[in-house]
């Protein structure tokens, strides 16, 4: 029997022997931040078995609780924010958490803490759940300010101070993508080995691009800006050609989608939902700044989306993000709505 091939594998690049990698370059480093981050792979691991078997097991369906929202949460949504809080509080590494499913942020228990904070959201498009389509599981993470004193002002921070963030992609494949401010790198998951192994380095966003993604039903009750954009996508007046219209409803799949291929996701704020649905500490700035790392932009509609000062955990705010010139278009539609 030939075992080359499988000898071959052992010389991958997986997410621990890249997370070490990048830990030798600090010196003074005692790991924690390895530790933390081997949690979280643990969490995604659990959460893409638990999603791969949902049909099977009938995990799909109404728990009978709704979240902090006033949705309805599904079986996964409650497992998967279960598993996170599980996997990061047994890190040791965490004092706060907070996660889109929890109205309160976790304050860890004395004995466990240590000097990070997360924001995530366990199970982000679970209206995507029931028909197979891809979900997620976003996050970031922060430097507490007192590891003896955790207090809700260490995640109220702008999105620029976070050290790390990053997603994974529950879809045909399982797929991590993580900055810790130093570029964006992707892993997808071999399930025969169970790591992830580095498929994407060093993702660079294409600098324009030619799809855009929006929910164009929610078009009646857009701004003169967000309007103008769409319309200019679909008509250009430059001679360019239109571009493309891509939307699944699911931000981690159509941000993938957008870092992958280029272009620009759009969920603006309107006249019904000034600050549009996203939610500030664990989509829009996560998502923010693996954009950014990748070579793009990210924008409120007012100002640099990592600078935005969250005042509460659940807040929301509008997002522009994607190619950095596509992001540059609707600048300057807005810079033009502002002064006129
Ligand atoms: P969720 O956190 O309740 O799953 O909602 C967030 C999702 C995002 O994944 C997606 O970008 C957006 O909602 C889609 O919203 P809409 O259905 O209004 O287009
Ligand atoms: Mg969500």
Known sequence: ??????????????????????QSKHPDSRGDFSILLSHIVLGCKFVCSAVSKAGLAKLIGLAGDTNVQGEEQKKL???????????LVSSGRTSILVSEEDEQATIVEPSKRGKYCVVFDPLDGSSNIDCGVSIGTIFGIYMLKDEHEPTLQDVLQPGKNMLAAGYCMYGSSCTLVISTGNGVNGFTLDPSLGEFILTHPDIKIPKKGKIYSVNEGNAK????????YVEKCKFPKDGSSPKS???????????????????????????????????????VFPMSFLLEQAGGQAFTGKQRALDLVPNKLHERSPIFLGSFDDVEDIKALYAAQSQG
């Open 1 to 22: 029997m030939d075992h080359s091939a499988d000898a071959q594998r052992t010389d991958l690049m997986t997410i621990t022997r890249f997370v070490l990698n990048e």
């Open 77 to 87: 949504d409650v497992l998967s924010n279960d598993v996170f809080v599980k996997a």
């Open 221 to 228: 009750n857009w701004d003169a800006a967000t309007t103008k």
């Open 245 to 283: 219209l891509r939307y699944i409803g699911s931000m981690v799949a159509d941000v993938h989608r957008t870092l992958l291929y280029g272009g620009i996701f759009l969920y603006p704020g309107d006249k019904k939902s000034p600050n549009g649905k996203l939610r500030v500490l664990y989509e």
